[in-house]
């Protein structure tokens, strides 16, 4: 039965060779790793568990912003709301919270109202053919709306349940975390699972690699398309909450801008853009990458808070243009 | 090439399930219509186990019409389908693939950047605490890569293999669900010959294990080949169905071909070297060890006025990528292009297009065809272009020319602001060359300008090439079709694997088993 | 009756009267007009001249879009340029003189050339895609505004500069007449040169414009280069309308409102066929939201929302879609398929 023939060539010994695809996020781990090492040997104490457990605790819900939005840019679409929607969850937990609502039902209903909206622009997207930055852009402003019809003004939160759960934390030594780094962790876990084990997450994968090709394998293109977004806006929902829990409050404000930190982090985190390769563990580097940016200028001192603003940019033009180079090659 | 041996294969078993078994596939006065178009009218196809059938037809004669209506992409709405016995209709490719009639297209519709493995395995993968089992996922697209013949690492990722793996793979992965009938909607058009012979091997086993096979190919060759029974497709109609030993090749054509006998398919000019150089005749364009890593190993070829020069070869000899150097829209790497005596650098098709040569793609819808400009936008483009964009042609000046050349080659519908994506191949074709001939070029090159447009626009595009050679323009030809090149040329270059093996003057007594010949040896027994 | 109602703007045209419609009901004599010290007045001036900034970026933005691109720098230019240009001001020794105030004009317009420039050069010289491409400079862009500024919201009194946004010229406001004439310019110049055909077959089918001799290369980078000038220009409009270089919010979310303008014009967002009066009424849509919804009273922090609904709206009233199954066809499928 099984003949070998010259057009497959025989069977040679080959030598493990690094696949392509991991070279972007070993990119990324390496500028973080030299950034890590840069920062240690410059500042004193940079190294030390309270600023790498900050780091975690402060990016806990752009972690989870960026694993929705590599679902999403693996297909090759975007989402430009999670910011919103991550103001709109929090605005809605404040708010239900203070209007006595019980924790048990408040949190469950402020992720659910960023799956909902994401759900509408699966949709939109899916069944009306409207373009992924155009639908996107309207939930966007859906959702900001939204914030100050329920709350114009921030609104803190005095919740005992929920005060309860920001203050809980896990510590050894010096090194913290919080419940909100903990649900990003899982987050994490469950995302990659879904990535790399479910016919779902292969799916998602084949739709960038090539949605005509994957609708005629047969794969359930339609409803993968619309649910990645519904994943983005649950992930921006858990992202609000988690924000609430970090500040504390709630406020129509919050995540102004954010929705391009989180495409930054997957970009830098090894992604492409046009869909069908890319990590979501590579998306959690991205967001380090970022974290340490921040935390490198305020080391720094002397530097303005713009400078993050631009070392990103140069970042991502650096990231940009190698992939450039690697795509490239390949073809 | 392969040899047509239809007796020796046909066997008898094959005319008696015809009569006696139960087809795998009935399908029964089928229509589908599309709004304003009869796509399918009343058509009957049925498909025996372990039988190879081949559907023939022109383009638009609704093969992949009948094919998407078996698998449910397209509906029907008239008629019956009865797939082992029962009457059936499926939702979809999905459905269909569940219930044993597995496709594979064309075009490779697998996932480039997904693992061998899950190209075939998804859909059916094994599964480990409710997630893909990705040891057991490779062990099994192990075993059905090897019923292919194919030994690659199931874990690599499909891009990286050739385009005929790529093909097995996909065929590997229409036969993961025990298929019934498997459909192969023209596998062929980009293997060469011993990647057609590699997947023959496995449509024959496949029919020896009782797989009823729907089997769609252009090259005639290859349906005679391979299959054991033909159906006949005109204009959305059945023609006939019959054993292919009992059809000969001419009949078969003539029944393809609507309303035109055996005479008409070859009214097209007969050139046959009619241009006559004489000694002193200088070369418009020279080509002095032109070639392209992995393209096309450098090669000299000489260009005159008024000549035709065809290019034969395969697919994938070459024949493309020589015209593009000589374009500039691929860059050389070795030798160089010369014009009246000096060195010309030709870098993009701009530079090109300044120095009066032309090219038309093969690749009419991908590189030619501007879809949602109009007929006269298209026209006038190349011109315009080379214009740049502060000089628009004037509008009194761009009509002359857009209704002198629409008139001239006879482009239907005769309405210039029509949109160019709402008109045939054929017609398309005629607006492209019209682009291409406002420029005036000196030199035309014309990769496949007859490939998927009707007989009539094929008869008249190649009368039209042969009076711009009388008139001095230079032309490269090119054709899969070597009676078309034998007709056209005045000279033949003869391309294999990627290099110029042979320049052949068509004189008189040159016919096309001698040009498969030389293609065949690479140009060694001349 | 059916050819209007199939016509591509009749959706946008109908939410634009919808909304002037809404405001006339609220106060019925908000569209009339005034003459006061020579100068004219009330409510559609206003929009126009509100319309200026939106205008100006819309238009750089439908171009690009018509190459398949997108450029989501251009608020980040809008800071930049106001930053340039004030801080220029501020620095210099005459700051009220009109030669200043040129001066301004003319370092902050070069350094958006040369911004776009920058957005073409890597769009069309290194071939990243377009949306990734613009990103950097918008994340960047603040970050470099800032810089300008350094930090501080720079406030200068130059009355040339002034007149940029506030002025009035034959009575009408002088932003509202540069950004229309800019808007009557490009649109001359796309039409009657062989320009917009040339974008337009860029953008349908890259690859055969350029075997047909088509530079696309230098028509993509000359798209951005002008859309960072145009951008420019109203930044300049912006920070003259404040007098105070904002970096952080000069120009915030024009970029999104600009893509809003030219989808809602009916230029589709995947490139080729553009349409410079649709962007126009886009434009003029969103403008006069803003007016609406003040008119009507409401809260212009909920402002976003109204333009979501009128983008949603808008973008499924022309989804083909839509419009099949408002046309009554049932068999949903077989529409599908046939635009499959």
Redesign the interface.
């Given at each position: 039965m099984s003949t070998a023939t010259a057009l497959a060539g025989t069977r040679t010994f080959r030598p493990p060779k690094l696949d392509r695809r991991y070279l972007p996020v070993l990119g990324t781990m390496l500028v973080f790793g030299l950034m890590l090492v840069i920062g240690g040997l410059r500042y004193d104490n940079f190294l030390s568990p309270a600023v790498i457990s900050n780091l975690f605790i402060n990016n806990a819900h752009l972690i989870v912003l960026a694993a929705g939005m590599t679902f999403v840019i693996l297909t090759g679409g975007i989402d430009l709301s999670v910011g919103s929607v991550l103001a709109l969850s929090s605005v809605i937990t404040a708010t239900l919270l203070n209007a006595g609502w019980n924790v048990a039902l408040v949190l469950p209903l402020a992720i659910a109202a960023g799956s909902l909206l994401g759900l509408g622009m699966g949709v939109m997207i899916q069944y009306f053919e409207v373009q992924p930055f155009v639908a996107t852009l309207a939930g966007m402003f859906l959702a900001r709306g939204l914030c100050f019809v329920f709350a114009p003004e921030s609104v803190p939160i005095r919740d005992e349940g929920f005060i309860a759960l920001t203050n809980w934390t896990m510590a050894s030594g010096r090194w913290r975390l919080t419940a909100a780094v903990v649900i990003a962790a899982l987050v994490l876990l469950a995302s990659w699972w879904v990535l790399h084990r479910s016919r779902f997450g292969r799916t998602v994968y084949a739709v960038g690699g090539g949605e005509q090709s994957a609708t005629l394998m047969g794969l359930r293109v339609e409803r993968t398309k619309v649910m990645v977004y519904v994943i983005s806006g649950t992930c921006a929902g858990l992202a609000g909450v988690l924000f609430a829990m970090f500040s504390r409050s709630g406020y129509a404000l919050t995540g102004v801008g954010m929705e391009l930190d989180a495409i930054a982090a997957v970009v830098i985190g090894g992604t492409l853009l046009t869909g069908g390769t890319g990590f979501v563990l590579g998306s959690v580097l991205g967001v380090m990458v970022l974290g340490l940016i921040q935390t490198i200028i305020t080391f720094e001192g002397t530097l303005s808070s713009w400078w993050t603003k631009i070392v990103i940019g140069v970042l991502l033009l650096v990231f940009v243009i190698l992939q450039r180079i690697l795509t490239l090659r390949r073809t | 090439m392969i040899a047509p041996t239809p007796h020796q294969r046909q066997n008898a078993a094959t005319d008696q399930l015809a009569t006696s078994a139960r087809p795998v596939v009935e399908m029964t006065g089928i229509s589908v219509e599309f709004p304003g178009v009869k796509a399918l009218n009343s058509v009957d196809f049925r498909l025996f186990p372990g039988e190879v059938h081949a559907l023939m037809g022109e383009n638009g004669a609704g093969k992949s019409t009948l094919i998407k209506a078996l698998t449910g992409v397209n509906q029907i709405s008239a008629g019956t389908i009865v797939v082992d016995g029962k009457q059936t209709l499926f939702g979809g490719p999905a459905d269909a693939r569940e219930r044993g009639i597995s496709t594979v297209y064309q075009e490779v519709n697998l996932c480039g950047n997904l693992t061998v493995a899950e190209n075939i395995m998804l859909g059916n993968e094994p599964r480990r605490f409710g997630g893909l089992d990705w040891k057991a996922m490779r062990a099994q697209a192990r075993v059905h890569l090897e019923r292919m013949g194919l030994d690659i690492d199931p874990a690599s990722s499909l891009d990286s293999h050739s385009l005929a793996v790529q093909q097995l793979v996909a065929i590997s992965r229409a036969m993961v669900v025990d298929a019934k009938v498997l459909i192969l909607d023209e596998p062929t058009s980009s293997l060469d010959a011993d990647e057609v012979e590699q997947l023959f091997r496995v449509m024959r086993r496949l029919r020896e294990e009782g797989v009823g096979i729907l089997f769609v190919s252009h090259f005639l060759d290859q349906i005679y080949a391979i299959s054991d029974r033909i159906t006949v497709l005109r204009n959305g109609q059945l023609v006939q169905e019959r054993m292919t030993a009992d059809l000969p090749q001419r009949e078969l054509v003539s029944l393809m071909i609507a309303g035109t006998s055996d005479a008409e398919v070859g009214v097209a000019t007969e050139r046959r070297g009619k241009a006559m150089r004489t000694e002193d005749s200088a070369p418009l364009l020279q080509a002095v060890g032109l070639g392209r890593k992995g393209a096309v190993e450098p090669f000299d070829l000489d260009l005159y006025p008024g000549e035709v020069i065809g290019l034969a070869g395969l697919l994938g000899s070459g024949r493309t990528e020589l015209a593009r150097l000589l374009y500039g829209a691929d860059k050389s790497d070795s030798g160089q292009l010369r014009a009246a005596g000096s060195d010309l650098k030709l870098r993009t098709p701009r530079q090109a297009l300044a120095q009066k040569i032309a090219y038309t793609s093969e690749d009419r819808k991908g590189e030619g065809v501007v879809g949602e400009l109009t007929v006269a936008e298209n026209i006038i483009l190349g011109l315009q272009a080379a214009r740049g964009w502060m000089r628009p042609l004037p509008k009194t000046k761009a009509k002359q020319i857009v209704e002198a050349y629409m008139k001239a080659l006879g482009v239907r519908p005769a309405n210039p602001d029509a949109l160019l994506k709402n008109l045939s191949g054929g017609n398309q074709q005629k607006v492209l060359l019209a682009r291409w001939l406002a420029t005036a070029p000196k030199l035309l090159l014309l990769d496949e300008p007859t490939r998927g447009i009707d007989i009539g626009a094929k008869t008249e595009i190649m009368n039209l090439v042969s009076e711009l050679a009388d008139q001095g323009m230079a032309v490269v030809f090119i054709s899969a079709e070597l009676e078309e090149v034998l007709r056209l040329s005045d000279r033949i270059a003869v391309m294999r694997d990627h290099k110029k093996v042979a320049e052949i003057p068509t004189t008189r007594d040159v016919d096309v088993p001698q040009l498969i010949e030389v293609i065949a040896n690479g140009g060694e027994s001349k | 009756m059916t050819r209007i109602y199939k016509h591509r703007l009749f959706w946008p045209v109908v939410a634009l009267a919808a909304l002037l419609l809404a405001c006339t009901l609220k106060r019925p004599d908000i569209l009339g007009i005034s003459v006061l010290d020579g100068h004219l007045f009330g409510a559609p001036i206003d929009i126009l001249r509100n319309s200026a900034p939106l205008l100006l970026v819309s238009l750089g933005m439908t171009l690009v879009i018509a190459t398949r691109g997108?450029d989501l720098s251009v608020g980040a230019t809008v800071a930049i340029a106001g930053a340039v240009a004030l801080t220029f001001i501020a620095g210099s020794h005459d700051p009220g003189s009109l030669g200043t105030a040129l001066g301004a004009v003319v370092v902050a317009l070069g350094l958006c050339l040369v911004l776009g420039g920058f957005n073409g050069f890597?769009v069309s010289g290194?071939?990243?895609?377009p949306?990734?491409?613009t990103?950097?400079?918008?994340?960047?862009?603040?970050?470099?505004a800032?810089?300008i500024t350094g930090?501080q919201i720079t406030t200068v009194n130059s009355a040339p500069f002034a007149a940029l946004a506030s002025g009035f010229l034959l009575g009408l406001p002088v932003a509202a007449l540069i950004a229309y004439g800019v808007f009557i310019v490009i649109a001359l110049l796309v039409r009657?040169?062989?320009?917009g055909?040339?974008l337009?077959?860029v953008g349908?089918?890259p690859?055969?414009?350029?075997?047909?001799?088509?530079?696309s290369k230098t028509?993509v980078f000359t798209v951005y280069t002008l859309c960072g000038a145009l951008a420019g220009l109203a930044g300049l409009i912006f920070a003259s309308n404040t007098m105070a270089a904002d970096?952080n919010n000069a120009g915030l979310f024009i970029e999104?409102d600009a893509?809003?303008a030219v989808?809602i014009g009916g230029t589709?967002?995947?490139g080729?066929?553009f349409n410079l009066g649709g962007t126009l009424v886009g434009v003029l849509i969103i403008t006069t939201l803003n007016l609406t919804v003040t008119v009507l009273g409401i809260?212009p922090?909920?402002?976003?929302?109204?333009?979501?609904?009128v983008?949603?709206a808008v973008?499924?009233m022309m989804?083909?879609?839509?419009r099949g199954m408002l046309a009554g066809l049932r068999?949903r499928?077989?529409y599908q398929?046939?635009n499959a």
């Open positions: - | - | 997108i890597l290194l071939g990243i895609q949306i990734i491409a990103l950097i400079l918008m994340t960047a862009g603040r970050g470099v800032m810089l930090g009657r040169t062989a320009l055909m040339l337009e077959a349908i089918n690859d055969a414009s350029r075997l047909a001799g088509v530079k028509l970096a999104l893509i809003l989808v589709s967002l995947a080729g066929k809260s922090l909920v402002t976003p929302m109204f333009k979501a609904i983008v949603i973008t499924l989804s083909p879609r839509l068999e499928r077989r398929e046939v």
